[in-house]
């Protein structure tokens, strides 16, 4: 074709080839040197000549329906400890919040785009958008947890329809030169929405008294706004581009002239009810600006388009999912996003717990680090991608092939793989926290540099399909993203981060070297798919692209300093760790030895100044091994020589007093009373058990026997193995209650630790150690976190072990009762804590006035609970209980520590009146600086509270009357009933022990000593 000469803006003269070229404006440079492709039309309808502010203010409100949607679905992740508890639900039940509000983002894109191509993308949206305000609002009122999952799979669907209706937008309303920047927007919004929603909502969850609730509330708000934005301010885009070609007549051609065009266009995603004249001769460097008549807009809705046949546009998606791009773009956004999305969803078990213990907002802030990911990331997937291809156009004479907007991958191409490796190492090894971030912020980035490249890739292509291919793309990398979501948690704590990510590293990298074949072969596979859709130009400019943009890199850049800097970085960590914490390290006691393999980290717990070696199955069963073997020795070893050694140990832990005060008050922050306490009870409690070694209660008895000349003899024996399990709230003293009477009674324990106060339990099995007590009479173990399940599942099943001494909480109580149950032993305790007060009604006004009275004398004043995941489930009683009506009298806001906010854990006390059986407080544990109050008729109706408690460890009864008192205690079905004294009562020469959850079994005295033994009988017949 002969070159045309055309006028410019500028007045001067310029040679453009037209129809298989762009037009090359070298007068322009707000177009990159490029004409405007495609050439606006004539008709006043098409929206490439609607003014730029009208476009802009149409795409922001329409990506913002993406944001609100990621915003909702995302920010619930910072709550799902909160939701186990208020919901009473696993961690993986939770998780379904989560997982299938993915897979529903998936699939809604099947469903939205087909209407939106026969109906109109402006009234989905405003569908959509309504559907996303309605559910949102049912989600903040959601009662059960069923309501929940159902409005957020609903959310799911809903908020679906943005992702792959916007694309079609932007190729709608914008010209090639614009559309890497445009669709950086839209993909900007939709990652700032996946990352603001955990950060906001980790500060609502926190301090907002509603909790999740009040952030629903918030998204509602949004959602709604999304709505009213939607249906003021975007037209209806939708249009038929007329023809390009060089054999189309400039008129305007019928469609019911010619069968073979009209069948053609029914499936086109880009249509309106009637096609348009072919392009006017428009100067390549300006557009006739058509402005939006707004009221019109206003009263538009649906737009139905009778050329388009709705089944097929319902399988046009399906077509394009073997197209090479396709499959390339599905492959490099989900591998690139399930990166991020392992991270998003794994964050609160990773910072909530130790050593990080973040609060729920200050997880929330990590997502700062994603946002700076992603505002650099759009700026270079976006505009820096739109220069790089211009340039290449231009260089190339005007010759555009799609494949040239790949190069613009190659300078940010591996920020997101190496963000996968120092996420690895970060995670795992535990490093500071700023480290997770930095990798966090460079995963962010890949999660949006490539995916955006590849998309707008994906619209040069397909420019006609745009809405069609991205409803493919978006299916399929929700689906990918779902499945990884779906087991990233377990995943993790199975594989462990390094082995999960190292992985990650291979899923990320290998796409994006896939680009360079692509680059080169790309034309002839889309050719392949479709030999009617070729490039523009037959010429091709793939090797000269490579050489200039090498060419144009800085000099001296170097590519691979980063990752020589990183290994570097990481030789300086392990040796850090080799030289300046193993000497704070926290060994197992296996057989009177410290376990400690320095040079084995992947078992390593790290905790503020040091770590602790985690035990693994094969430690389990060398500390069983060891136990056993001491058996056969110690049990027969004579009750006096075992009082001397309890007797040694007394005296050493009095001698050790203030080193063991000073490890509980450390790891537990309680006060020196509690860690005194602590103290001086493990004393009484092992010089009592010692002394009742040598006392008539435990030597057994002769009782008579039927026959003549017949004696009957009953002994009292050890059992084996006692598996010692104890908590970290009272950690000197139930540590050594957990193995004290077992040993005494001639058993040998196994004393398993709780990774809160590790340093506590190593200091009680190391003083066994040096109170001369034989190797193996007490074994010590930890285990971290993620390898619970198997440590515990060992302890408790194997044979040898045959009893279970556990104090803690209900719901772990329960699971240790199962397994234990299975290998048929009895349980233990869990720990006693006063929660309700039952008054009645006579008396009740007098008792709150007392009540409240007492708490405006320690107003403002504020306590420590052991861990954020505590605090969050104290927040969560709280919040369920002033939603069903209960009235909250508080000590005040947490109080600052000299003028620092306050530690995420510190709680004020509440006092929670009106309680009903309605509320989870009215029957759950708080363990925490609060108190309920419930309000009764009579003494029938306070006995029936307490009797209908799951619980009945201990209880108090508070009268003049002494003789109603005692008999009301004696009805009361609990261990121990204390009249006119606190239920927190306990001495080692009482017998200890609860009724229904509160365990089974007796502490204390001699019949502490009885539960860890067992009778025998002997007939001697003279």
């Given amino acids: 074709m002969e070159p045309t000469v055309e006028h410019h803006a500028d007045g001067g003269h310029h ?12 007068g322009s440079k707000s177009h990159h040197g490029l004409g405007l492709w495609p050439p606006p039309s004539s008709d006043p309808r098409d929206p490439l000549r609607w003014p730029r502010s009208g476009k802009l203010l149409a795409l922001v409100v329409t990506t913002f329906f993406n944001f609100v949607g990621n915003f909702a679905n995302a920010g619930l992740s ?13 961690g993986q039940e939770i998780n379904k919040l989560l997982t299938f509000n993915f897979l529903l983002l998936g699939i809604g894109n099947l469903v939205w785009v087909p209407l939106s191509v026969k109906f109109g993308k402006r009234p989905m949206l405003l569908i959509s958008s309504t559907i996303m305000f309605a559910t949102l609002l049912w989600a903040a009122k959601a009662t059960t947890f069923n309501q929940l999952l159902a409005s957020r799979c609903i959310l799911g669907f809903a908020s679906a329809a943005g992702e792959s209706i916007l694309p079609g937008i932007v190729s709608d309303m914008f010209f090639l030169h614009e559309r890497g920047a445009m669709m950086a927007i839209y993909v900007i919004f939709i990652s700032c929405g996946s990352a603001v929603g955990p950060l906001i909502a980790g500060f609502v969850v926190q301090d907002s008294p509603g909790t999740w609730r009040d952030y629903e509330w918030v998204s509602a708000s949004l959602a709604g706004f999304t709505l009213v934005a939607i249906f003021f301010f975007y037209p209806e885009s939708s249009f038929i581009r007329p023809s390009t070609d060089e054999d189309t007549p400039s008129g305007s051609f019928d469609l019911a002239s010619d069968p073979a065009k009209k069948e053609e266009l029914d499936g086109m995603s880009s249509r309106v009810e009637n096609a348009v004249p072919a392009a006017a001769a428009v100067a390549v460097g300006t557009v006739p600006v058509v402005p939006i008549s707004y009221p019109r807009v206003w009263t538009s809705f649906f737009k139905i388009n009778p050329l388009v046949r709705l089944h097929r546009a319902f399988a046009m998606p399906f077509a394009f999912v073997l197209c090479v791009p396709v499959l390339w773009t599905i492959f490099i956004y989900g591998s690139s996003l399930a990166a991020q999305v392992i991270m998003i969803f794994s964050f609160p078990s990773l910072l909530l717990a130790p050593p990080y213990l973040f609060a729920a907002s200050s997880v929330g802030l990590m997502q700062i680090a994603a946002l700076i990911g992603f505002v650099f990331a759009c700026y270079g997937g976006g505009y820096i991608s739109d220069v790089i291809t211009a340039r290449l156009i231009i260089r190339n004479r005007g010759t555009f092939v799609p494949e040239q907007r790949l190069v613009s991958i190659l300078p940010g191409c591996f920020i997101g793989p190496a963000g996968c490796i120092l996420i690895a190492f970060a995670c795992d090894r535990s490093l500071h926290w700023s480290a997770i971030a930095v990798g966090f912020g460079m995963v962010s980035f890949g999660t949006v540099y490539a995916p955006n490249i590849a998309m707008t890739y994906l619209l040069d292509c397909y420019p006609e399909f745009s809405q069609e291919i991205l409803v493919a793309v978006n299916v399929v990398k929700n689906l990918v993203a779902f499945l990884f979501l779906y087991v990233a948690v377990d995943w993790i704590k199975s594989q462990g981060w390094i082995q999960v990510y190292m992985i990650m590293f291979m899923v990320v990298t290998l796409p994006l070297l896939l680009a360079i074949p692509l680059y080169y072969f790309g034309r002839r596979a889309r050719e392949a798919f479709d030999p009617n859709h070729g490039a523009i130009s037959s010429s091709s400019p793939r090797a000269q692209s490579f050489v200039w943009f090498v060419t144009a890199l800085p000099t001296g850049a170097r590519p691979t300093s980063s990752k020589v800097e990183f290994v570097e970085y990481v030789e300086q960590i392990e040796t850090a760790e080799q030289d300046d914490v193993v000497e704070h390290a926290i060994p197992l006691v296996l057989h009177g030895e410290t376990v400690l393999n320095e040079l084995d980290s992947s078992r390593r717990h790290l905790l503020p100044g040091g770590y602790f070696q985690g035990a693994d199955v094969d430690d389990c069963q060398r500390a069983i091994e060891s136990s056993a073997a001491a058996f056969e020795t110690w049990s027969h070893e004579s009750p006096i020589a075992r009082r001397q050694l309890l007797m040694k140990l007394a005296a050493l832990l009095r001698e050790r007093g203030d080193e063991a005060k000073a490890l509980t008050q450390a790891e537990i922050h309680c006060s020196e009373l509690w860690a005194d306490i602590n103290l001086q009870g493990s004393i009484g409690l092992i010089e009592e058990t010692a002394a009742m070694l040598t006392s008539t209660a435990v030597r057994g008895s002769m009782p008579h026997t039927a026959a003549p000349g017949s004696y009957g003899m009953v002994f009292t ?40 106060s590790p340093r506590t339990h190593y200091f009680i099995a190391n003083l066994f150690v040096e109170a001369g007590f034989p190797a193996g009479v007490v074994n010590f173990v930890l285990h971290r976190p993620e390898d619970a399940s198997d440590v515990v599942d060992v302890l408790i099943k194997h044979p040898a072990v045959r009893k279970i001494n556990f104090t803690g909480s209900t719901a772990v109580g329960r699971i240790v009762a199962q397994k234990a149950g299975q290998a048929l032993k009895p349980n233990g305790q869990i720990c006693m804590s006063t929660d309700l007060v039952v008054v009645v009604r006579a008396v009740a006004d007098a008792f709150k006035a007392e009540l409240q009275k007492a708490l405006r004398q320690i107003d403002g004043t504020s306590w420590t609970v052991i861990s954020p995941r505590s605090a969050a489930k104290l927040e969560g009683l709280v919040a369920d209980a002033v939603s069903k009506g209960a009235t909250v009298l508080s000590t005040a806001t947490a109080g600052s520590r000299s003028g620092l906010p306050p530690p995420p854990q510190d709680l004020p006390f509440r006092l929670v ?12 544990e708080s363990f925490g600086p609060m108190l309920g109050l419930v309000v009764v008729e009579d003494e029938a109706a306070a006995e029936r509270v307490v009797n209908a408690s799951e619980y009945g460890l201990s209880a108090a009864v508070w009268s003049r009357n002494h003789h109603r008192a005692l008999e009301l205690a004696r009805r009361l079905d609990v261990g121990a009933v204390h009249i006119n004294a606190p239920t927190v009562h306990d001495e080692a020469t009482l017998p200890h022990g609860g009724s229904k959850s509160s365990g089974f079994g007796r502490f204390g005295a001699e019949w502490g000593l009885l539960e860890f033994s067992q009778s025998q009988t002997v007939i001697l017949h003279a």
Avoid at 78 to 90: D, G, R, Y
Avoid at 718 to 744: D, E
């Fill in 78 to 90: 910072v709550a799902t400890v909160l939701l186990e508890m208020q919901f009473h639900k696993s």
């Fill in 717 to 756: 024996r050890p059992l084996g193995i006692v598996v010692g399990i104890a908590p970290w709230n009272a950690p000197l003293l139930l540590g050594f209650r957990a193995v004290v009477a077992p040993v005494a009674a001639g058993n040998t324990a196994i004393l398993k630790g709780s990774e809160l």
């Fill in 913 to 924: 009146e009106d309680l009903t059986p309605a509320m989870h407080y009215f029957a759950e």
């Fill in 15 to 26: 040679i453009s080839h037209i129809v298989e070229h762009i037009a090359i404006d070298a």
